[in-house]
């Protein structure tokens, strides 16, 4: 039973242009949500996140966007850049001490 | 800091054999988690820990698995029998009760499992 669903598995952008990455999840207690990227051979780091208590957080070229009522968020790069090619994780939880819930990952292809 | 320092890199083994994955925290992290990734269920959260106490362990697979942390800078992942669906990169990830208030962990570089 996924509680944290990213339902695009990859997601090809060309170079420049905006990159959207979506996730939703079921379980309403979640009120801390993260973005992770992973490259190829390393583990997964830290990118952005959200209070629940909030719809948009930026930070540089990169924007999460929350939407409570729909259970939804999505991530907003712009421009997107070469390095930017990696697999993005949608995360959860709900508390700032609980467990963090992982979706299964969206790979984003720049291409130039 | 060396970030969080997993070992084995990989591990190539055979069905019914014991593997023994390790684990060093970042020093001054209290928190501790083991997740496994595969390309059916992505990143699942296996089991972690909280001052070496376990805290939860709902997503430890069956009994065939189990953890420890006997002490601050150490935890181990332990796999016996092993079987091939167990194949994954294993990854283990730490962080202190600051950094946990905005979500971040900081994870190692994994280990890969093959299970023939």
């Known amino acids: 039973d996924q509680q944290v669903k990213q339902n695009s598995p990859s997601l090809s952008v060309q170079e420049g242009r905006i990159s959207i990455l979506n996730c939703d999840y079921t379980?309403?207690?979640?009120?801390?949500f993260l973005w992770y990227k992973k490259y190829p051979a390393e583990g997964p780091t830290f990118l952005i996140s959200?209070?629940?208590?909030?719809d948009k957080n930026e930070d540089g070229r990169f924007t999460v966007f929350l939407n409570k009522s729909a259970k939804h968020l999505s991530l907003h790069i712009v421009p997107s850049q070469p390095g930017d090619s990696a697999v993005y994780f949608c995360?959860?939880?709900?508390?700032?001490?609980?467990?963090?819930?992982f979706g299964k990952g969206t790979r984003l292809h720049i291409l130039p | 800091d060396a970030g969080v320092i997993q070992s084995p890199r990989h591990e190539v083994t055979e069905m019914g054999q014991e593997v023994t994955l390790r684990c060093k925290p970042i020093?001054?992290?209290?928190?501790l988690f083991w997740y496994r990734q595969t390309m059916m269920r992505g990143l699942e959260l296996l089991i972690y820990?909280?001052?070496?106490?376990?805290?939860?362990d709902s997503g430890m697979p069956e009994d065939r698995f189990s953890a420890k942390m006997p002490n601050a800078s150490f935890s181990t992942l332990k796999i016996q029998p092993s079987e091939p669906r167990d194949s994954a990169v294993y990854f283990c990830?730490?962080?202190?009760?600051?950094?946990?208030?905005?979500?971040?962990?900081?994870f190692g570089e994994g280990s890969r499992l093959t299970v023939l």
């Open positions: 990830a730490s962080s202190s009760r600051e950094t946990l208030n905005t979500g971040e962990l900081f």
């Open positions: 020093s001054g992290h209290d928190y």
């Open positions: 959200i209070s629940s208590i909030k």
């Open positions: 379980n309403s207690m979640f009120d801390y």
């Open positions: 995360a959860a939880s709900a508390n700032s001490y609980d467990k963090i819930i």
């Open positions: 820990f909280n001052n070496n106490v376990p805290i939860d």
